[in-house]
């Protein structure tokens, strides 16, 4: 099989090439330091299996993961870990591949011949089984069978039609299937703010409230000309933010 | 009137000088021997098992057989102490016995009956409410008995009329007689109770700050790099087993002793080198070690959680990691530790804090018992860095 390790230490990442050099029949065809390296390389690369450390800097490998299940042919997911008790019990419980550091090269290789496709349900209950359930750090984006990680930091503000959800950056618009709803209850109220029943605005950006030509309030924001309207029902709320 | 508080400051502080000594033997040596002893008593108020985690009740289960029995020995022997006092050596005295034993086993029976009952619902109560309302329990149950006896008497024939002449003085006598005894009792449990959780809390205690010294991340982390190296560069596994082993010695070792200075940098060297073959270049250290004396001490691992914790919540979150400042000088009769780590631009805060703080707290609940209000431990924190600097005298203090 063709396999890509992912891990931010180096040595991790040779003894596991090591082993699988022992064990045969597999190529390395490519080696990630973080999850956010990980998801790039992986999109390019296309492996058949990807071998994921869970705590990395940047992103980590739960997130890496579940941005992976997004790719047309998704990658079979082994994580590795040395101790996270929280992550490892949801594993069980979800029936998700993972191997114990110091990895055994036996269990390395029972893995491999086991290993099994993951679906992003079962990523997301491992997610919220964690200690503290982690919002994501970037939004991954398909463009023709690629994936784009889009750093949630960037973003504007979402904005729904019927189908789609479409995210603003300063520079670019790209259009992703989730609810307003699901990305609300992720990213919470710090970061977003719901100004409409269509629209999620990034608090950072928000340059502040104006009235409108027609007398209803509108959001300007940094780094755009577009001003998007508040509606009556979320006017309050909005005002109440802007106050603080 | 002009209270000195100074003065009366320095002396309560001096008392805790002299009472610390006698309290930790108190704590660490009589405490834990007399819990131990008292889980030993055979028989009579056998220790309630622990039911599920931290429930521990301070009323023995009477449902229990064990506890049964005890209650009819204590019976029994209270109706033999009562029966010698009471009455006269003669050949009624037998006599005497078998009644009053009777009355007794019959009222001690019937309270374990209740407790046993009434035992899920005083289990729900606070201790303190829940011992006040056996009281009340018990008391009720010997003045029932006691009129019940009075009855018993009375339709057996053995009295005239169901309010005898004694009967206010056998009330009165038997009612004294049992508030005392069951005071008493209930008072025992709750020591004993207390006694217990507070030797269950230390143990806890103790297995977090063990816990806290080691972080398993870091062990199961190292030992997976070894391995790898044990391949790769066998020299460089060797050095490695070789810090873990020293550090390892250090973090399991159980006096909170005084270290020179010069030990305790090393240590944390060796800490440094084996964090270093997992961060590879990602981490860097700049040394400032300035003057101190030769006789300088500190508690032994006091400068290794302040780099873990810099590594942790500096270094390791970031791909690109960062320098470590660690500067040490002495100034005046008091010697400061610093280290500073950068702090990576997107961090979720919560996460971050909570773990930190805990291992830094720790370190200044073992700063506190080594010098009192003679250390310090400062946290200064700006965008990009967090500093922790611990301020300790030169001289040591209480080892």
Known sequence: MRIMIVDDEKLARERLRELLNEIGGHTVIGEATNGHEAVERASELNPDVVLMDIRMPGMDGLEAAMHLMGMDEPPIVIFTTAYDQHALHAFEVNAVDYLLKPIRKDRLAAALDKAKKLTLEQLQDVNAAQESPQARTHISVHLRGNIRLVPVKDILYFMADSKYVTIRTPNEEHLIEDSLINLEKEFGEKMFLRIHRNALVATDYIKGIEKGPAGNWQVALKGSDKKLDVSRRHAAAVRRWARR | ?399
């Open chain 2, 1 to 399: 009137m002009a209270l000195d508080t100074n003065k009366i400051t320095a002396w309560s502080g001096r008392l805790q000088e002299r009472l610390r000594p006698a309290w930790r033997w108190l704590n660490d040596r009589l405490l834990p021997r007399a819990a131990d002893a008292a889980a030993r008593l055979p028989g009579l108020f056998a220790p309630a098992p622990v039911e599920s985690g931290d429930e521990i009740h301070f009323l023995p289960n009477f449902c229990r057989g064990r506890a049964v029995f005890g209650i009819v020995l204590i019976a029994e022997l209270l109706a033999l102490v009562i029966t010698l006092i009471t009455r006269r050596i003669s050949e009624n005295l037998f006599q005497d016995l078998l009644l009053i034993s009777l009355f007794v086993q019959w009222m001690a029976l019937l309270s374990a009956a209740v407790l046993c009952a009434a035992r899920r619902f005083l289990n729900t109560l606070p201790n303190h409410r829940a011992l006040g309302f056996a009281y009340l329990l018990l008391l009720a149950i010997e003045l029932a008995t006691s009129e019940l006896a009075v009855w018993v008497l009375w339709l057996s024939g053995g009295v005239g009329s169901p309010r005898p002449e004694w009967y206010a003085y056998f009330h009165i006598q038997n009612f004294t007689v049992a508030a005392i005894l069951d005071a008493l009792a209930l008072r025992y449990f709750l020591a004993r109770h207390q006694l217990r959780q507070r030797t269950l809390s230390e143990a806890r205690a103790r297995v977090e700050a063990l816990r806290s010294r080691i972080r398993p991340h870091f062990l199961f982390n190292t030992m997976n790099i070894i391995a790898s190296l044990i391949r790769s560069a066998p020299d460089k596994a060797e050095a490695a087993i070789e810090d873990m082993a020293d550090l390892f010695r250090t973090m399991l070792g159980e006096s909170e002793n005084l270290v020179p200075v010069n030990n305790e940098i090393a240590i944390a060297k060796k800490y440094l080198d084996i964090e270093a073959l997992r961060l590879d270049s990602r981490l860097r250290v700049d040394w400032d070690v300035g003057k101190f004396p030769r006789r300088a001490v500190m508690p032994v691992l006091t400068l290794q959680p302040l780099l873990e914790n810099a590594i942790h919540h500096g270094i390791e979150p970031n791909p690109l990691g960062g320098a470590i400042q660690v500067r040490l000088w002495e100034d005046g009769e008091t010697l400061h530790i610093a280290v500073t780590n950068p702090l990576p631009r997107s961090r979720s805060k919560s996460a971050a804090t909570a773990r930190g703080d805990r291992a830094l707290d720790n370190l200044r609940l073992r700063l506190t018992s080594h010098y009192g209000a003679a250390a310090d431990l400062k946290i200064s924190e700006d965008r990009e860095r967090f500093t922790a600097t611990v301020s300790i005298p030169t001289r040591g203090g209480n080892p």
